[in-house]
């Protein structure tokens, strides 16, 4: 997590955003980094998108207002939290929160957004509101939703990867992800699980749909997890792992369902994963199994783009 040194925090009134500004407090103090501080508030003549005629003088004025306002709240917001050495600055925009964040992360190349859980589903507090959702699926820079919870703390911290993905920007990925679970685990001093889901493939996947014994059906499940799991151990060589020891997970089926069992199972405070662009044009949404994933936990999230990604925003 020494890599983040520009972080933007996202504030809109939520509820635990006292741990999400806690923790981009205590991450900016560790890294000497900066700290921003913003709000996005909708304009008082809506979007425009439905309206022929610009905003009036009154409407502007009464929209400056609220900004000044929220910039009062969000000072105030910082002079209740121990910022005692840290670099603060603070913003407020107009317009769609998550196109105005995309923007602020572009125009002032910040490395880190952080937010809290922005829905209330029923009686879960379920991490993916719009605006996460949209932050996860289009911003370039990784992007951290917490989840408030009693112990303040985390207990376990799970990295998803694919380590089937050899080509140069999977892996690059699979070691981003690794790289920022790991280097948390070591700062909560926690426990690490790595997780990888595989599933059975070419003549191996045949023969597991033929009428096999029990016996080679375990001789087939041995070797293939022996197989992922080396593919898992070769993503781990270079990570800075200190004295944490990763408990590897190697679950055999569809990622979108045995990702969530596994962070159920081992009571996983945060999922670090990567999200990328399946769509053909860069940056419209992110792969289908980590939306899936991610819709089904009821977890702190922390999601990192390939490098090289573009966000579908731009600052105009």
């Known amino acids: 997590m020494k890599r983040f040194k520009n972080i933007l925090v996202y504030l809109s009134g939520c509820i635990g955003e006292d741990q999400a500004l806690t923790r981009a407090v205590e991450l900016a103090r560790a ?29 502007m004025d009464l929209d400056q207002q609220a900004v ?7 000072r105030r917001m910082a002079d ?17 929160p998550f196109i105005e964040i995309i923007r602020k992360v572009l125009t002032d190349s910040h490395d880190l957004v952080v937010m809290a859980a922005d829905s209330l589903q029923g009686l879960r507090l379920i991490v993916l509101g719009a605006t ?23 207990t376990n911290i799970l990295a998803a990867i694919d380590a089937r993905d050899q080509n140069e920007a999977g892996t690059a990925l699979n070691t981003k992800v690794l790289q920022l679970a790991s280097s948390l685990a070591r700062r909560e001093q926690c426990n690490l699980h ?54 590897i997970h190697l679950p055999c089926g569809d990622p ?23 769509s053909g044009v860069s940056g419209l949404l992110m792969g289908n199994t980590a939306e899936l994933v991610l819709q089904q936990v ?19």
């Open 132 to 154: 996460s959702m949209h932050l996860m699926r289009k911003c370039p820079c990784p992007v951290w939703v917490i989840k408030p919870k009693k112990e303040y703390r985390f």
């Open 194 to 247: 790595i997780s990888y889901a595989w599933r059975f493939e070419g003549s191996d996947a045949e023969n597991v749909k033929s009428e096999i014994s029990e016996t080679m059906m375990d001789d087939l499940y041995k070797k293939n997890h022996k197989l992922n799991k080396a593919l898992v151990l070769r993503a781990l060589e270079g990570i800075e792992l200190g004295n944490v020891e990763p408990q």
């Open 68 to 74: 000044q306002e929220r910039l009062a709240v969000l």
């Open 256 to 278: 979108a369902r045995v990702v969530p069992e596994v962070a159920e199972q081992n009571h996983i405070d945060l999922i670090v994963m990567g999200t990328v662009s399946r």
């Open 298 to 316: 009821n977890c702190s999230v922390l999601t990192a783009k390939p490098d090289g990604f573009e966000s579908p925003v731009t600052v105009e």
């Open 31 to 59: 890294n000497h980094a900066r700290l921003t501080l913003i709000d996005v508030l909708v304009p008082i003549n809506g979007s425009g998108a439905s309206s022929f005629w610009p905003p009036s003088a009154d409407k």
């Open 80 to 96: 209740c939290s121990d910022l005692a050495g840290v670099d603060v600055d603070f913003s407020v925009g107009l317009g769609r």
